[in-house]
């Protein structure tokens, strides 16, 4: 994925997994894996800074 300002190919720079529904058994419990996207080119606005999430749900 590309930075919206530099046009740069962005990097991952934290992954983390995030579940929702655990607090009842009433509830379907999903699990996500979140990706945390920013841009590496150093002259850029959005310098590693997150730019983008991406939210895969994990079957």
């Known amino acids: 994925m590309d930075c919206p300002l530099c046009g ?3 990097r991952i720079q934290k992954g983390y997994v995030d579940v929702s529904g655990d607090q009842s058994p009433d509830e ?7 990706q945390e ?3 590496r080119n150093p002259g850029c606005p ?5 730019v983008r999430k991406i939210k895969n ?3």
């Open 37 to 39: 996207l920013c841009c």
């Open 57 to 59: 749900k994990m079957n």
């Open 28 to 34: 379907d419990t999903v699990v996500f894996y979140v």
């Open 8 to 10: 740069c190919l962005m």
């Open 46 to 50: 959005n310098f590693q800074q997150v």
